[in-house]
């Protein structure tokens, strides 16, 4: 009873993520496919065969939370990256799929079958006949999720004030008075127009925190607000540096640059 308490639960908070649904449907369909053909033609129906050739779907779980958490730290801004980069995951993840499926299916079919499948034949099976289902799925499902997270991001309300606690006081501070954020280590150093405020949240943190449209992550090691540069200068080598009205100067780094490039124009 616990069990089926916390599956409720579970459903009714919304934390399965949808395309586990998916699978898990499409899974137990596509057995229930292969017992009516199996009905229709006359043959045999071996359930132990379906499940097996079956767990086909199952690889999209473990790999599409992997996919979900690569889109989360690479992320290009520019549209023709983004359809290269989804473009080279639904190849590399299709291939990686295929692989991960025909290994278990070997290793299993050696196991409870006499003679053993062989490798190149179940591969070869999983590219034509099913090498288009999962392109489909690893291109599409970026560009659905990207799209979605950028909609969520547009959507969110960024705050005018953020709360420091510092020692047993908790101050409030507007964000726009806060002209840079940098790193020392393990704190952040938050530069307002007349303090500086150690804090432990990190730069990736912050900058969710901030609107990205002002607050441009520049560096590894330093968020800057865009309102209070006074001068760029090239570093005649890709990189920039951004003087501050505090006169912090700051390095704008090339790994960066899609952040700062509006900055040049």
């Known amino acids: 009873m616990k069990k089926l308490f916390y599956i409720k639960k579970i459903l009714e908070n919304g934390k399965i993520p949808s395309y586990l649904i998916i699978v898990v449907f499409v899974f137990v369909l596509?057995?229930?496919?292969?017992?009516?053909?199996?009905?229709?033609?006359?043959?045999?129906?071996?359930?132990s065969e379906s499940?097996?050739?079956?767990?086909?779907?199952?690889?999209?779980?473990?790999?599409?939370?992997?996919?979900?958490?690569?889109?989360?730290?690479i992320n290009p801004n520019r549209e023709y990256r983004r359809l290269v980069y989804n473009l080279g995951i639904g190849i590399t993840f299709?291939?990686?799929?295929?692989?991960?499926?025909?290994?278990?299916?070997?290793?299993?079919?050696?196991l409870i079958f006499t003679p053993a499948h062989r490798f190149s034949n179940?591969?070869?099976?999983?590219?034509?006949?099913?090498?288009?289902?999962a392109l489909l799925w690893y291109v599409i499902f970026p560009f659905v999720y990207i799209s979605l997270r950028k909609t969520t991001e547009e959507a969110t309300p960024y705050s005018e004030k953020i709360k420091f606690k510092i020692?047993?006081?908790?101050?409030?501070?507007l964000t726009s008075s806060i002209q840079l954020i940098s790193t020392e280590k393990p704190y952040s150093v938050v530069h307002t127009n007349d303090k500086k405020i150690l804090d432990s949240k990190s730069l990736k943190e912050f900058g969710n925190k901030l609107?990205?449209?002002?607050?441009?992550?520049?560096?590894?090691?330093?968020?800057?607000?865009?309102?209070?540069?006074?001068?760029?200068?090239?570093?005649?080598?890709?990189?920039?540096?951004?003087?501050?009205?505090?006169?912090?100067?700051?390095?704008?780094?090339?790994?960066?640059?899609?952040?700062?490039?509006?900055?040049?124009?």
Request: aromatic share 18%; no cysteine; glycine share 4%.
């Open 30 to 47: 596509a057995i229930l496919q292969d017992y009516i053909y199996s009905r229709i033609q006359g043959t045999g129906f071996y359930l």
């Open 51 to 73: 499940f097996l050739y079956n767990t086909f779907w199952t690889f999209f779980i473990p790999l599409t939370v992997f996919i979900n958490r690569l889109i989360k730290i």
């Open 94 to 110: 299709s291939f990686l799929h295929l692989v991960l499926f025909t290994f278990l299916f070997v290793f299993v079919s050696s």
């Open 122 to 133: 179940i591969f070869n099976s999983a590219l034509s006949n099913q090498f288009y289902i």
């Open 167 to 173: 020692g047993s006081k908790i101050i409030t501070v």
């Open 211 to 265: 609107d990205p449209s002002i607050f441009l992550r520049v560096h590894r090691s330093f968020i800057i607000n865009s309102t209070f540069i006074k001068e760029l200068k090239s570093r005649n080598n890709g990189d920039y540096e951004a003087l501050l009205q505090n006169d912090e100067v700051i390095r704008l780094s090339r790994h960066y640059r899609d952040n700062w490039h509006q900055l040049l124009h």
